[in-house]
């Protein structure tokens, strides 16, 4: 029965190997503000959307000043900016590990 | 610290415990030819010499299998008693390994979400498998929390970073090791036993860094 539960574990982290490939094309960082007093919705703040082509997509947080200059807001924004450095380093970290596994697996009798 | 530099030496260990059982392998399929091989007290060889005696019992378990049941075949031949230890060992690490990458493979497919702050979250991030993140911060949130809020992150993607570099390993050891058996099957038998070499070296390698 073991042997039968290892099989079938081998064949879960085979299909979840597939799934994950095929949902890494693009990784979408969100940061968003939130009023807990009124029930509000939250308002999106920042997004960074990074695509496998390379293409990237930024919107950060700005208000404009009396001087008529967008100023960011520098709280939202390295939150936001430490936000996308970890996702994209545990992207990395999870390729990385994903593809290494998609070897021994293709070895797996089915 | 980086999960490679972390790692490494773990790495090491478990290339060099897998080499010292390839070797194993070979001075036995060699043994006509008098090649010998000696444990001679490095740690790599003594867990080889570990694993070789499990794969041995695989090998012995699958051939009986293959043959109509006899008394012999039943285990009442010479060894048994440490036959019956091996039997105990590789049920064991099946059942562990099982567990294990049922836990790991349901822990990764889901999100991670980590919160910050007292009461009523203050921040909450939700990070996706793929490493998509989501953050929820509501106004007033202090820089301290933020900070706060970072770190914890950092150490919750970090676990889960290492839950999959040891499933990684575990699948990379089990792939070597059924190369060492041979047989067919053996992707599926090799498992546990890759398991127990994963599961010894963490031990092992936990005491450098604890």
């Not at chain 1, 695509?51 to 997509?57: R, S, V, W, Y």
């Not at chain 2, 040891?166 to 053996?186: E, F, H, N």
């Amino acid at each position: 029965m073991a042997v039968t539960e290892i099989k079938e574990a081998l064949r879960t982290a085979a299909n979840t190997v597939s799934k994950y490939v095929g949902d890494v094309a693009v990784l979408q960082v969100e940061t968003q503000t939130l009023e807990t007093a009124g029930g509000k919705e939250p308002v999106l703040a920042a997004r960074t959307i990074i695509k496998l082509d390379g293409d990237n997509t930024s919107v950060v947080p700005g208000v404009l000043g009396d001087s008529g200059k967008w100023e960011i807001d520098t709280v939202l924004y390295d939150l936001h900016l430490q936000n996308v450095r970890s996702a994209i380093d545990y992207r990395a970290r999870m390729v990385e590990s994903m593809l290494t596994l998609l070897r021994p697996i293709s070895g797996v009798e089915r | 610290m980086k999960p490679d530099v972390e790692f490494a030496r773990l790495d090491a260990m478990l290339d060099a415990t897998l080499g010292a059982l390839a070797r194993r392998a070979r001075a036995d399929t060699d043994a006509e030819a008098n090649l010998s091989f000696s444990t001679g007290g490095d740690p790599a060889e003594a867990e080889a010499d570990v694993l070789w005696s499990l794969i041995e019992r695989t090998r012995e378990e699958q051939e009986r299998r293959e043959q109509p049941l006899s008394f012999d075949a039943m285990g009442a031949h010479e060894g048994q008693a440490d036959g019956q230890a091996d039997d105990g060992l590789l049920a064991r690490a099946q059942r562990e390994c099982s567990q294990l990458m049922g836990q790991v493979l349901g822990t990764l497919s889901h999100p991670i979400v980590v919160e910050t702050g007292q009461g009523h979250a203050r921040i909450h991030t939700r990070v996706g498998w793929t490493g998509d993140m989501d953050t929820h911060l509501a106004g007033g949130t202090t820089r301290a929390e933020i900070v706060a809020h970072a770190a914890a992150m950092e150490a919750s993607l970090a676990a889960s970073g290492r839950q999959l570099r040891l499933l990684t390993m575990l699948l990379v050891a089990s792939s070597r090791i059924a190369a060492v058996i041979a047989t067919p099957g053996a992707a599926i038998v090799a498992l546990p036993i890759a398991y127990r070499c994963v599961r010894d070296l963490v031990e092992q390698w936990s005491d450098f860094h604890p």
